[in-house]
């Protein structure tokens, strides 16, 4: 496997953990193609709350790629892995239901 490829499928497997951790419930992208490498929903008092998550994975020096267009008007949010394993997620408000 083409090593950035193989990265990024490392980081997407430590985000979904991550995720997982914390009572979310985690839906792969497994198509490779489509706006957000993983879906994770729970439930809230007020209703069912859904995020569509594109995970980077890098070192402090890796240089992250934005989000494009699509992405930012579906509510896409980004989760950082670090090299070391760390994950640094800031949820969007757009994904409550």
């Known amino acids: 496997m083409y090593r950035p490829h193989a990265d990024g499928a490392r980081g ?5 953990a991550w995720f997982l951790h914390r009572g979310w419930m985690v839906f ?3 198509s490779g193609h489509g706006p957000a490498d993983l879906t994770v ?3 809230r008092r007020s209703g069912v709350d859904v995020q569509l998550i594109e995970v980077r994975y890098g070192s402090i020096n890796t240089r ?3 989000l494009t267009d699509l992405q930012k008007r579906l ?10 394993g760390s994950v640094e997620w800031a949820p969007t408000t757009k994904g409550k239901a």
Not at 12 to 16: D, G, H, N, S, T
């Open 41 to 43: 929903a729970r439930m």
């Open 28 to 30: 792969r992208n497994v």
């Open 12 to 16: 997407e497997l430590i985000a979904a």
């Open 64 to 66: 992250v790629r934005e």
């Open 75 to 84: 509510g896409v949010s980004m989760a950082m892995v670090g090299s070391d």
